[in-house]
């Protein structure tokens, strides 16, 4: 072989090594786990009771991604009831088939397992994964969800020398199975017994004078707005469940049922010990838990009163609400700027209001939406839609705005449709007295406005259509109206829920279906060859 052959040959082989450098670069990584969830013992608040563990942990394992990471989850269930596993705000897309509520998955049968496929596609941010069977969240089976951004990616903030996950949740001694017979026999549960962090009354974290720590803060609980502060330090808000936002600085921060948050915190006060405290907001009685933030050079325990939670209630909250703006420059799981969609230029292809109610069916204690209360079929509905199975669902059982006449609630397993990429204006009405707290799976959705007694259209004039923050769910404040926009970009059948668990389960929640009649695997997943059967699909082949 000549020179100008060995040349070319020496050209070929660099190009096919870099072709294969590139597509080893381009595949997203994949990581495996086994988890395996059975029942333990402990005293979380002094008491001994049957939690849930997962390999053995209360909270669950920590899952930590990185954007676009695949995660392949062996789940083994060794209750004596089946169970599922949710992954609050991973947007699932195209995969609603992985989403883990019962509208989606077959439950896990006990002494049996699933195995989760699924990717943090286009993600970044602070989330939580927890069961959604039952009254098992009550019992533990919880835990921190951080989806980290990839390192071509920058942050809108100087890297944190550390970040901690903080999980607070409002938490009861009797078990989970004894709260279930309370709601399944139409009577409501009482206030909680308590509050935890991290699944302990006290913890300490530990952090060196001068350096910036992220906080990862989200509301595990059944029920209960918490308010979050630490004893002598600022709060600066960086992240909402996925948003980098515009960093404002807070004392204090409101954090309502099934929400989560990203601070930083500069540990720039005296070497000792300092006091983080988390509270029940909007209760009679004020569940207070802390925890220590330790100076690795401290030799003061920390000491003082408490520092107090906010003075005034709900309008305190609101304000602070509408002042979380979105970070229009920031990049967040992709190279384009956050604010480089428009939201606020579309009109939306409907609106949809839902009211909240509570009711009395069949002499029994419900709760309703547009006087729907929703109930869980055996089949799930999105394998009763992909087999054809009739008469599992309707499409014609809930109205898309409220009812004022004098008609009952009625159960039934309510959907409402839609078409993949209709973009849509969702207002929540909250006519009862008590905090609401919605969330959307599949998506995140920018909400634009918050206000108190009936919603009418003129409220859009309030709407933030410029930079409102996005995000998997928002607060409803009492006799008040929350609005939320959402771009329907992700086809599949998706839980629009209560995060306030008593109400879930009792019936305030429905699915949303985002359907296209072209298939095609750029819009959906097939269906996965592991798929879980049961109800009416039971004996159905598999694809």
Request: a positive charge; charged letters at 15%; one cysteine or more.
């Amino acid at each position: 072989m000549g020179l100008k052959g060995l040349v070319q040959l020496f050209c070929i082989v660099v190009t096919l090594v870099s072709v294969c450098l590139v597509q080893l670069k381009a595949e997203d990584a994949y990581k495996y786990f086994t988890w395996t969830v059975t029942y333990g013992t402990l005293s979380p608040l002094g008491t001994p009771q049957k939690v849930i563990l997962i390999n053995g942990q209360f909270p669950g394992p920590q899952l930590d991604l990185v954007t676009n990471d695949n995660v392949v989850l062996n789940l083994i269930n060794k209750l004596d009831e089946p169970f599922l596993l949710t992954w609050n705000g991973i947007k699932q897309r195209k995969n609603s088939w992985q989403d883990g509520v019962l509208g989606t998955n077959c439950p896990i049968p006990p002494n049996s397992n699933y195995t989760y496929k699924f990717q943090a596609k286009d993600q970044i941010g602070t989330y939580t994964y927890f069961p959604s069977t039952h009254l098992h969240k009550a019992a533990g089976g919880f835990g921190g969800l951080n989806v980290y951004h990839r390192s071509v990616i920058p942050l809108p903030y100087p890297y944190p020398h550390g970040d901690f996950t903080l999980l607070i949740a409002d938490w009861y001694k009797t078990g989970h199975k004894a709260l279930q017979q309370s709601l399944d026999s139409g009577k409501s549960l009482s206030f909680p017994d308590g509050l935890l962090i991290n699944g302990q009354a006290h913890t300490t974290l530990n952090g060196d004078q001068g350096k910036t720590y992220m906080f990862r803060i989200s509301n595990m609980g059944l029920s209960t707005s918490i308010n979050f502060r630490i004893q002598g330090h600022s709060l600066k808000l960086v992240e909402i469940e996925g948003s980098h936002t515009i960093q404002n600085m807070y004392d204090s921060l409101d954090v309502h049922a099934g929400q989560s948050f990203s601070v930083l915190v500069t540990l720039n006060q005296s070497p000792k010990d300092y006091y983080i405290v988390a509270s029940t907001r909007f209760s009679r009685k004020v569940l207070t838990a802390t925890a220590v933030l330790h100076y690795s050079n401290s030799h003061s325990p920390a000491s003082g009163p408490l520092p107090s939670p906010p003075a005034y209630q709900y309008h305190w909250s609101v304000r602070q609400a509408r002042s979380f703006r979105w970070n229009l420059t920031a990049n967040a799981a992709r190279p384009n700027p956050q604010g480089s969609y428009h939201y606020g230029k579309i009109t939306p292809t409907k609106t949809i209001v839902l009211a909240n109610s509570a009711a009395m069916i069949n002499g029994k204690k419900r709760y309703a939406v547009n006087k729907v209360s929703y109930v869980n079929p055996d089949t799930p509905l999105k394998l009763a839609d992909y087999f054809n199975i009739p008469g599992i669902f309707s499409v014609d059982s809930i109205q898309s705005l409220p009812s004022n006449g004098p008609a009952s609630a009625q159960i039934a397993t309510s959907v409402i449709p839609n078409s993949l990429h209709d973009f849509i204006e969702v207002v929540f009405q909250n006519n009862e007295n008590t905090m609401q707290s919605w969330h959307l799976d599949g998506y995140d959705f920018w909400v634009v406005g918050y206000g108190f007694g009936e919603w009418t259209p003129a409220k859009r004039r309030s709407y933030n259509l410029v930079d409102a923050v996005t995000r998997h769910t928002a607060q409803v404040y009492p006799n008040g109206w929350t609005t939320i926009l959402v771009s329907l970009d992700n086809e599949g059948m998706w839980n629009l829920r209560s995060a306030i668990w008593e109400r879930q389960y009792l019936g305030q929640q429905l699915y949303l279906r985002v359907w296209t009649a072209q298939k095609s695997l750029s819009t959906e997943y097939n269906i996965p060859p592991n798929v879980l059967l049961c109800g009416k699909v039971n004996g159905h082949h598999h694809p």
